[in-house]
């Protein structure tokens, strides 16, 4: 169990190394992260405008000082959804725009930003119903988790059902832009693709959440080094660091996802990546050696 555990480690380092290695060929695909994270910021700028004009800071500041609970109205409520599902939304898309480009470079094409736009765009009604249906989960699981926030174990039981319904949906944007289906539809085929694959998920996301952690550290530390002579200067030279940190990590995720749907659903293999790899990692007869 051990030796196949380390294994599918050592294959996903690997794929991480291919995936640079497109990305290196194709450096436009950092901009659709980094439009992402302008979109976002756009949409949370707006967000605390409008909860200036409805007063919600100055309440949540009342509250605290006297130290009770922040009394939000119905209208912060709506502002806060509305923003959620508009910053959901826009990561999405350009998510998948990434996976649209990233693919036509994976079948030896040679992508640019249009090429991941016209991708993603087929199919914008589908990503906008899973937008939708993600942002009733990240809600659902956020409620729950204040609820159970005394109960450790009920804690527990509610991320590891958040984890499972992120790898269940792992292939959802894919499949959302490959095969033009819709939301509903997708998660189905999500979920059935999953049970090939469910090894090199678990360790490929673990090892894409340590990256996206070493990817911050240069611009958090510039950032404190500039701040300790002027704070503001420190946020204005760390955010956009940060931000190309991210965007690189996102980017490299995207190559990998899109490769592994290539190498699971369509069988066929993509460009770049070595085929033992990618065989040793996916074939339903790795997936088995795990049980």
């Known amino acids: 169990m051990f030796a196949g555990i380390f294994r599918t480690f050592s294959n996903t380092w690997s794929i991480i190394k291919t995936s640079m290695v497109v990305l290196r060929k194709d450096k436009e695909l950092l901009l659709f992260p980094l439009m992402s994270f302008i979109g976002v910021g756009i949409v949370v700028g707006v967000a605390a405008i409008a909860f200036l004009a409805l007063g919600s800071f100055d309440r949540i500041s009342s509250s605290t000082a006297g130290g009770g609970e922040a ?75 204040s609820v ?22 792992f292939f959802v944007v894919p499949i959302l832009i490959v095969e033009h289906v819709g939301p509903i539809e997708a998660i189905k085929r999500s979920k059935s693709y999953f049970t090939r694959t469910w090894g090199e998920q678990l360790v490929s996301g673990f090892g894409f959440g340590i990256f996206r952690f070493l990817a911050v550290i240069p611009g958090v530390a510039i950032g404190a080094a500039v701040g300790a002579i002027s704070p503001v200067a420190g946020i204005i030279v760390a955010i956009p660091l940060v931000a190309i940190g991210l965007a690189v990590v996102n980017a490299l995720e995207g190559i990998f996802k899109m490769a592994l749907y290539e190498q699971v659903v369509e069988n066929v293999q993509p460009q770049f990546f070595e085929p033992e790899v990618l065989q040793n990692a996916y074939h339903p007869k790795g997936v088995e050696a795990y049980r």
Do not use: C
């Open 148 to 169: 159970a926030e005394d109960n450790f174990i009920a804690r527990i039981i509610i991320d590891i059902m958040g984890a499972i319904w992120a790898y269940m949906t």
């Open 71 to 145: 009394q939000l109205q119905i209208g912060d409520a709506i502002v806060a959804v509305i923003a959620l599902f508009a910053a959901i939304t826009i990561i999405t898309y350009f998510n998948a725009a990434l996976m649209g480009a990233a693919r036509h470079r994976l079948k030896g094409g040679d992508p640019n930003v249009f090429t991941g736009f016209a991708a993603v765009n087929k199919n914008v009604s589908g990503v906008i119903g899973w937008s939708f249906i993600s942002t009733i989960i990240f809600i659902a699981l956020t409620y729950a988790r």
